[in-house]
């Protein structure tokens, strides 16, 4: 109801935010089982900017994204996306999903999957597919199309996880814990692969982590949720020279240094 | 008898399967799977093989009335049903078949679909569709009759309302066990909804789905060959209760014959298309077992 006033007074002059989200509470249930999960969220994102939200497990991280992506109606408060409140899922924005093997369809190839998302768009089968191989080989995945998840390992689905994203072309994507379950080597380079993309398609990228190195690795801010009910602890600036580098960026003294301080913020009560 | 010999091929199926895809990679000769197939052939086939010649055999010699030589069978098998009786009756029994048991797939499988979505709609119906289902087939048949006649229609009507049952709840059951990531993945691209239908809610209940089918599909051959011969003037299953009724007992041990090489058919013909529909999840269990 005064969501008109809201969006104008929380965009004060013409910024380049994206995200906004302001008051944002979600509660599970209701009534005596009602549980408080996030309790009243502000922090925003601008336009190009590569935001980790980290917190513990259950803090109510996948809630906040899902709440992000229009899947989940916050119980107050609100989000906006370019200004625009979000009730449903925002047309410009893309979610890979924390449970990515089951987020892909066992009976698809990997191009038909990649594909799905875009016949709803209006563009031509052609251009489709295109699009198709073009996400598939920025993830280094340009020789599988005809294969299906199934027949591949858990960082190759990832990737094709994320190959669907890119091939949508959003202009935020968002990540629950997409390097959650792979192996450290993988791991390593599904992180440097996310940077490469930013820089390459220019998006905004919102990853939730619960883990303190990768936010710390991949991010221009990070936002430090506590254990639930969540609130924000902390906004932390990274200001650790770009590009990063696995080896060189995490010897970095002020790496270490920033580490340290979000890890303090998350063990504190 | 036949459910057995069924799903012994069905099993000795899957193993070869799960096989030839772990030899597949290792890229072994053809002749070597060649061989493989022609073996498991003959396990499958020696036991029917060895009664068809003990029949024979046995019924050659032997005097007795309601047992005739094996020979005789065949011989009027071939002059009712090749092609003497084909078009009127073979034929319009499996069209009443299969119209009804078409009608039974998409009303079941649609129904299933929609009511599935509604949990309100799932819930006010599921007690009724269980009542309905408990009723015997058979039991409509009197009912029937009145409404529609001796026609085909009530047959097509009959055999649809008995499949039904089996393919809906088999629906519902595998939409609502679908994975919810899959919905919010659907919500997140906005997939359209003939998409949504086509490529991820149906596939997801494909499995559950066709088990559903085939049971319809026993159920609309049961019902089609007994609603002929409790009221009809056509058909495989009325020829062969008056060849009963009149003691012409070559003639009906000829209309047994043809009934239980149709379900055989049948069976085989939809086992088949299922591992066409599942391919994909015949695949991924294969994989699982063997990882
Ligand atoms: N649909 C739900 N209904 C009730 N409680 C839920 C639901 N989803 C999550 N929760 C609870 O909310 C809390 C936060 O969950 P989640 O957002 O998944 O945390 P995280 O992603 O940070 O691990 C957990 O305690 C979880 O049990
Ligand atoms: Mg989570």
């Not at chain 1, 066992?106 to 799905?116: D, G």
């Not at chain 2, 009197?142 to 309302?161: N, R, S, Y």
Request: charged share 20%; with cysteine.
């Amino acid at each position: 109801m005064m969501t008109g006033v809201m969006t104008e007074a929380s965009i004060p002059e013409q910024t380049d935010q994206r995200l906004v989200i302001e008051e944002l509470r979600k509660t599970y249930g209701t009534g005596a089982a009602a549980k408080v999960v996030l309790d009243g969220l502000n922090f925003d994102v601008r336009s190009g900017e590569f935001v980790c939200i980290v917190g513990p497990s259950g803090a109510g991280k996948t809630t906040l994204l899902k709440c992000l992506a229009g899947l989940l109606p916050p119980t107050s408060g609100a989000s906006y996306l370019d200004g625009i409140q979000i009730d449903g899922p925002p047309e410009k924005l893309a979610l890979v999903f924390q449970e990515y093997t089951r987020s892909l369809m066992p009976w698809l190839t990997v191009e038909k999957n990649v594909t799905l998302p875009l016949s709803n768009k209006g563009i031509s089968k052609r251009e489709r597919r295109t699009r198709a191989q073009e996400a598939l080989e920025a993830v280094g995945l340009a020789d599988v199309p005809s294969k299906y998840p199934w027949q591949l390992s858990g960082g190759m689905q990832q990737r094709v996880a994320i190959a669907r994203a890119l091939a949508y072309q959003p202009e935020v994507l968002m990540m629950d814990e997409p390097f959650a379950s792979v192996d450290a080597q993988t791991r390593f380079e599904l992180e440097d692969l996310t940077l490469r993309v930013r820089e390459q398609f220019g998006i905004t990228i919102v990853l939730v982590t619960h883990d303190i190195d990768e936010a710390v690795y991949l991010a221009d801010r990070v936002v430090v949720l506590g254990s639930a009910p969540a609130q924000v602890r902390e906004i932390i600036d990274v200001d650790v020279t770009s590009p990063r580098d696995q080896v060189k960026t995490k010897a970095d003294p002020r790496f270490t240094e920033l580490r340290s301080r979000v890890f303090e913020l998350i063990r504190a009560r | 008898m036949r459910t057995a010999r069924r799903s012994e091929s069905s099993n000795t199926g899957t193993a070869r399967r799960s096989e030839s895809s772990n030899t597949g990679t290792a890229r072994r000769s053809e002749s070597s799977s060649m061989r493989r197939r022609l073996r498991s052939f003959a396990i499958e086939f020696w036991l029917p093989v060895l009664i068809v010649v003990l029949w024979w055999v046995g019924s050659a010699r032997a005097d007795l009335v309601f047992y005739p030589p094996l020979a005789e069978i065949l011989g009027r098998f071939q002059d009712l049903w090749l092609f003497d009786r084909f078009f009127t009756d073979v034929i319009p029994s499996l069209r009443n078949m299969l119209v009804g048991y078409a009608l039974s797939c998409l009303v079941g499988v649609g129904l299933g679909v929609v009511v599935a979505q509604v949990r309100i709609a799932r819930h006010a119906l599921e007690p009724l569709v269980h009542f309905l289902r408990s009723i015997p087939p058979v039991a409509l048949v009197p009912i029937a009759i009145l409404v529609l006649g001796f026609g085909p229609e009530m047959k097509m009507t009959i055999i649809a309302f008995s499949a039904v049952f089996a393919t809906l709840i088999a629906t519902l059951d595998g939409v609502r066990a679908a994975d919810p990531v899959l919905a919010e993945v659907t919500r997140v691209y906005r997939v359209s909804g003939r998409d949504r239908l086509f490529k991820v809610i149906l596939p997801a209940a494909a499995p559950q789905i066709l088990s559903g089918l085939q049971v319809s599909l026993q159920i609309a051959f049961v019902v089609m060959i007994t609603s002929e011969m409790l009221a009809s003037t056509e058909g495989i299953g009325y020829l062969t209760i008056l060849a009963q009724q009149t003691f012409a007992i070559t003639d009906m041990w000829a209309g047994m014959l043809l009934l239980g090489i149709l379900g055989y058919l049948f069976n085989l013909l939809f086992t088949l298309a299922e591992r066409r529909v599942l391919h994909w999840h015949i695949g991924m269990r294969s994989q699982a077992k063997t990882h």
